[in-house]
């Protein structure tokens, strides 16, 4: 069991080494559909700068460039192969520096404050380390006004049960989850202070 368990980390939860890349193949197919759903929901903006967390291969990356075409999309994500094949995916718009894709850790999210008007993450939280610590760094980087959304399809493995209180709880308002066929998604804001 405990072997089953660390060839699906190794595949799909922090991909490593050629059967991480191949997790990156199958990414690409499994979590494109729910991510482009996700994307909708945030209505990303022509001028909005977003952050994807764990973009496996790029595939939502190079969607989100097209929908903030005059924006800036940044990701991070913790494999070196998954960094490797996503720069490929969307290497144009790295070079006309539209994207910008970095290599790290939720938790310690190498981005300034209150810089990004859209956050995502799909198929992702589950295999942070420490979620409540994530979504405070997620907050952190946000605008006022900012919009998260945590999207999950079947095979993630992620209850929908709690995600609306982990948001309340890292400092969002608003929250609530939303349903398509197998796929969920918890969204929240993160509140304007006054």
């Known amino acids: 069991m405990a072997a089953g368990a660390n060839l699906l980390m190794n595949m799909f939860g ?7 890349r191949l997790g990156g193949v199958i990414m690409a197919r499994m979590n494109a559909d729910c991510g482009v759903w996700v994307a909708g929901l945030l209505e990303v903006a022509p001028n909005d700068a977003v952050l994807e967390i764990g973009f496996g291969p790029g595939v939502i990356i190079q969607c989100l460039s097209k929908l903030a075409l005059a924006g800036h999309v940044a990701g991070l994500d913790i494999s070196l192969e998954m960094l490797e094949q996503a720069r490929t995916r969307n290497a144009v718009a790295i070079k006309d520096g539209r994207v910008d894709l970095r290599r790290g850790s939720v938790e310690s999210l190498p981005f300034a404050d209150n810089i990004f008007d859209k956050a995502l993450a799909i198929n992702s939280m589950q295999v942070w380390p420490d979620a409540a610590t994530g979504l ?6 946000m605008r006022p006004g900012g919009r998260i959304a945590l999207g999950f399809t079947l095979y993630s493995g992620q209850l929908n049960q709690g995600l609306e209180q982990a948001l309340i709880d890292a400092g969002f308002v608003e929250a609530h989850v939303k349903r398509r066929n197998t796929d969920f998604c918890a969204l929240a804001v993160k509140p304007i202070e006054t």
């Not at 405070?136 to 980087?141: F, I, K, L, N």
């Open 136 to 141: 405070r760094a997620v907050r952190r980087v």
């Open 14 to 20: 922090r991909p490593r080494g050629m059967i991480g």
